[in-house]
């Protein structure tokens, strides 16, 4: 078995709908979240996109992944982080991401945190291992 | 070192399978041991038995098979991706096994440096 608590980071960085990147590295947090590692999750570059609220994958006639995306915290994936570039370059507002999730007392909603570049390298750099989408 | 190999590309597009071999290679000649080569998305590809390229070009599927028989890696296909690509213990090559992602998470884990090679 795993050594529990290592730091482990699962990157996504490709745009949603077009390719199973996305989907798939939610399968690989949900994983992550079962052998107990400290893992962070960033969503970078076209990944950002994952996070525009609204998106209906009906019409394509594919499963999607919004639900999963709105329980991460209830799969106890709390650290979910977006490139504040990332999201600025593609004209989405910091306050419109979606909710990962809900506070279990409050009720109130959990959105990833936005950080800048350089504390993502920072965080990058701390990382064991790094799975990239 | 410890090093655990991610492949997500198929063999023969794509170099993905070619360099993450010549990698292993390498690094195994340096005195590094590979644990484990993880096959994900079009990366099951590499693992097909059916595979039969013309008699002047490399044998990915079997290169890789004599490496780890060689050198004990664990050749790891994801049973997900395998499946959605019709990738089946009937057509696996010996000496690769279907697993699930857990493999690779315990690749990254267990192994110094989890190498990726593809998109």
Redesign the interface.
Known sequence: ???KG?K?MVTVRKPPHGS??VQ?SI??MF??A??E?DLSVVFLDDGVLALHPGQDTKELGIKGFMASLGALVDWEVTNVYADRQSLKDRGIAEDAIIAIGKDDDSGAPIHPRVLDAAEIAAMMAAQ?????F | MKFGI?INEGPYTHQASDTAYLFAKAAIEKGHKIHRVFF??DGVYNSSRLTEPPQDDRHIVNRWQKLAKDHHIDLVVCV?AALRRGIKEENLQEGFRIS???Q???S????DR?V?FG?
């Open positions: 078995m795993a050594q290592k482990v199973i990147y798939e399968e690989v994983i992550f079962t052998y590692m064991h291992s790094i799975v990239s | 991610l994900y998305h997900a699930g992602l857990g690779l998470i315990e990254g884990i267990q192994s989890l990726t998109d």
